[in-house]
């Protein structure tokens, strides 16, 4: 089944202990992309990459690490997380061309204490 | 600068009523514009999608979107809504030459009371 991954789903975590999430996608895709969603500001994207090696800053990167050793794979990096990181996230994967649609992630529900 | 705007923030509607969403972008040039949708507790998930040709598109379960270019608008919209169309919906745009990168409107929240 054509899907993106992300894990963990939910993690509690306190101010300034690293931590990656991971997501993994089995489309072949090209482009990945990191998003943070909070309550009336909608979709924020964090950072992106438009292939292996290839990584570039979103609208919202401070605080945040990406790498793309492998075409899958794309996790996020925190670290030092602080409280203004409690957030919700999402990978997204897209076949490269302006047409095509990204695909999500089920998303990491992450609380800094 | 680009932005989309989505007038509606929070929509409540009653079931067999009939559904339009507002999603308005500043840019000038092509694009391709997209709706997704996303279910409480759920990711997002594409609904439909225009890029060229039929400016009447339509999508799944029911919704269509209708782009209107000398109004800069793509507009979603279901003749009759059911209390499972609960949900969140994003307008999305992506401008011709910044391929992979969407510009996002801040969503609609729509609630379908049975």
């Known amino acids: 089944e054509a899907q993106v991954t992300q894990n963990p789903r939910y993690l509690i975590t306190v101010t300034g202990k690293k931590l990656t999430v991971t997501c993994s996608q089995n489309?072949?895709?090209?482009?990945m992309s990191w998003y943070r969603q909070d309550p009336g500001l909608g979709l924020r994207q964090i950072y992106y990459?438009?292939?292996?090696?290839?990584?570039d800053k979103g609208d919202v990167p401070e605080g945040y690490k990406v790498s793309r050793k492998e075409k899958r794979n794309f996790p996020l990096i925190l670290e030092s997380p602080s409280p203004n990181q409690t957030s919700l996230y999402f990978c997204?994967?897209?076949?490269?061309?302006?047409?095509?649609?990204?695909?999500f992630g089920p998303g990491t529900r992450l609380t800094v204490l | 600068a680009q932005s989309v705007s989505q007038h509606n923030h929070h929509v409540i509607l009653s079931e067999a009523a009939s559904l339009e969403l507002g999603c308005n972008y500043s840019?000038?040039?092509?694009?391709?514009l997209f709706w997704y949708v996303q279910y409480p507790g759920q990711h997002l998930q594409l609904l439909l999608k225009?890029?060229?040709?039929d400016p009447l598109v339509k999508g799944i379960k029911g919704f269509e979107a209708e782009f209107i270019k000398s109004k800069f608008s793509f507009n979603l919209r279901k003749p009759s809504v059911q209390w499972s169309d609960t949900a969140e919906y994003f307008c999305?745009?992506?401008?011709?030459?910044?391929?992979?990168?969407?510009?996002w409107g801040l969503g609609t929240s729509l609630a379908v009371n049975p």
């Open positions: 840019y000038g040039g092509t694009v391709n």
């Open positions: 997204a994967s897209q076949l490269a061309g302006d047409h095509n649609e990204q695909f």
């Open positions: 990459s438009m292939n292996v090696e290839v990584t």
């Open positions: 489309m072949n895709h090209e482009y």
């Open positions: 225009y890029f060229s040709g």
């Open positions: 999305a745009v992506k401008t011709a030459g910044n391929n992979r990168k969407l510009i």
